[in-house]
């Protein structure tokens, strides 16, 4: 059974200051995906990787993918109050049977 | 473009009832996932339909089951409930099954059982 281990569970800063939540498995993992989900919706994409060693920057949001495809991190930079929700990574494997498999979220507050 | 849609979005049932959740998805899309999400657990994969057809499955017991229309539409159904199925459903949808495609999630029902 694939696991990913994601830290800090719960997360609570002042509103301009950075963070790094952090995704990680012993299962190597073809996709890396990380999403957020706010109160009363469902989780919304943010950004795929899928080469190892792979960075993505959204704004003041970077991702990284480690070299072996085991672990990702998620940089905030300057955090905002609109911030605040709950961060999932996903790990896709399977090849013709792909599946995603979540952690179990980060969730951050971001305080004005 | 209309988003991935769940009725009903809160129910509350009793032990041994049965339930039926709905799921449209995206138009366009024909495959559609359905997830558990519990504090403890997170979200699980539950079971993933394509062209009607039940493409992939999860570790959840036989009281979990679904189904797709014609289309794309699905359902699942949990029956002789318990208390620890309380939770929120989602349903994802994405154009193809199987590969990296975006899974847009709808925003869930979210089931209580006492």
């Known amino acids: 059974t694939q696991l990913l281990e994601q830290s800090p569970q719960f997360l609570s800063i002042q509103e301009g200051e950075n963070l790094t939540v952090y995704c990680n498995s012993s299962?190597?993992?073809?996709?890396l995906q990380w999403y957020r989900q706010e109160p009363g919706e469902g989780p919304v994409l943010l950004v795929t990787?899928?080469?190892?060693?792979e960075v993505k920057k959204l704004k003041r949001l970077t991702f990284q993918f480690g070299d072996a495809r085991k672990d990702s991190s998620l940089h905030i930079t300057a955090a905002q109050p609109g911030d605040t929700g709950l961060y999932l990574c996903?790990?896709?494997?399977?090849?013709?049977?792909?599946?995603?498999?979540f952690g179990k979220g980060t969730l951050l507050t971001v305080n004005p | 473009k209309a988003g991935v849609t769940q009725t009903p979005r809160y129910l509350i049932k009793t032990r041994g009832q049965q339930v039926t959740l709905s799921c449209s998805p995206i138009?366009?899309?024909?495959?559609v996932s359905w997830y558990q999400q519990t504090p403890g657990q997170g979200l699980q994969f539950l079971f993933e339909?394509?062209?009607?057809?039940?493409?992939n499955k999860g570790n959840f017991p036989g009281r979990f089951s679904g189904r797709q229309f014609s289309n794309s539409r699905s359902e699942m159904n949990v029956s002789t409930l318990e208390l620890g199925d309380s939770a929120l459903y989602l349903c994802?949808?994405?154009?193809?099954?199987?590969?990296?495609?975006?899974?847009?999630f709808g925003p869930g029902t979210r089931l209580l059982v006492l």
């Open positions: 994802a949808s994405s154009l193809v099954a199987r590969g990296r495609e975006t899974q847009y």
């Open positions: 299962s190597v993992f073809s996709s």
């Open positions: 990787v899928v080469t190892g060693g």
């Open positions: 996903a790990g896709g494997s399977g090849g013709s049977n792909y599946k995603l498999t």
């Open positions: 138009s366009g899309h024909r495959s």
């Open positions: 339909y394509f062209s009607e057809t039940q493409r």
